[in-house]
């Protein structure tokens, strides 16, 4: 928890947008291509470990494993939730209903997604049959879909955990923005389109001829940790995983006394 209410004394889209931003980065669609040499796991952590994802687990802390028959094969899994509300919506809309004795039992525990990150890293090690699987928010994932069929390509529904990142269309960059003091600038992958659509908003009123050489772009969070472990460009260490405002809000909660500033943004 110390992390997140570090991080809740930062959040906020801070202003002082950065015209240019860093180039095309990591291995995903429209980000470039790089060579793959594997960077530290404790730089990939620290940006996992800002995010907040939330499990149901019983008094003892253990995960609730939920088990399904596909094909005469008994399949185990265990939900992460991007949205604290879906997890306890699971919980009372679901579980409550299928097995209310164990459900009163339960509760909706937050980790950060560095936690899933190394938990399904050891499951692999394991040969571990249960499947640990992060679950999007429907709305998000209903967004991402609609901007990849309006960019030409029919899909019936986003495969994967969408992420909004805010960029130029002409040389392939990405808006930066500052998190603390000091001159680093950092590009976000926001959790929710309209976090991405507020940014851009900002930045086309303080830089009204550039609006038109600007969009959004949806990425997979599974390609981003992929290009987390595998770039060796160092732009790849700008990318900020920025929460939703629920999860923002909740690791604010925290930390209750600690309110962010937002500087206005330059012209």
Do not use: C, H
């Amino acid at each position: 928890m110390k992390s997140f209410v570090r991080w809740g004394a930062t959040l906020g889209i801070a202003g002082s947008i950065f015209l240019g931003g860093l180039s095309g980065i990591g291995n995903l669609p429209g980000l470039g291509n790089l060579e793959a040499v594997a960077l530290p796991q404790d730089q990939v952590v620290k940006k996992l470990q800002e995010v907040p994802v939330f499990t149901l687990t019983n008094p003892k802390g253990e995960f609730v494993v939920l088990s399904r028959n596909n094909q005469s094969k008994t399949v185990s899994q265990v939900g992460f939730f991007i949205s604290k509300q879906d997890a306890q919506k699971f919980l009372d809309n679901r579980l409550k209903k299928e097995n209310p004795q164990l459900a009163s039992t339960l509760q909706v525990r937050p980790l950060s997604l560095a936690d899933y990150y190394k938990i399904v890293l050891e499951s692999k090690k394991k040969s571990d049959s249960v499947i640990y699987t992060l679950v999007p928010t429907q709305q998000q994932v209903a967004s991402a879909t609609s901007m990849v069929n309006a960019n030409g390509k029919k899909v019936e529904q986003f495969n994967g955990i969408p992420l909004f990142v805010p960029k130029f269309k002409k040389d392939n960059s990405y808006l930066t923005i500052p998190l603390a003091k000091g001159n680093d600038r950092y590009i976000p992958f926001f959790f929710e389109k309209e976090q991405a659509v507020a940014l851009l908003d900002e930045f086309k009123k303080a830089v009204p001829k550039e609006a038109e050489n600007t969009e959004i772009q949806v990425v997979d969070l599974y390609g981003v940790m992929e290009a987390l472990n595998t770039s060796n460009d160092p732009s790849i260490n700008k990318i900020v995983l920025y929460p939703s405002r629920e999860s923002i809000n909740f690791i604010r909660s925290l930390a209750p006394n600690q309110s962010p500033a937002a500087p206005a943004p330059k012209k």
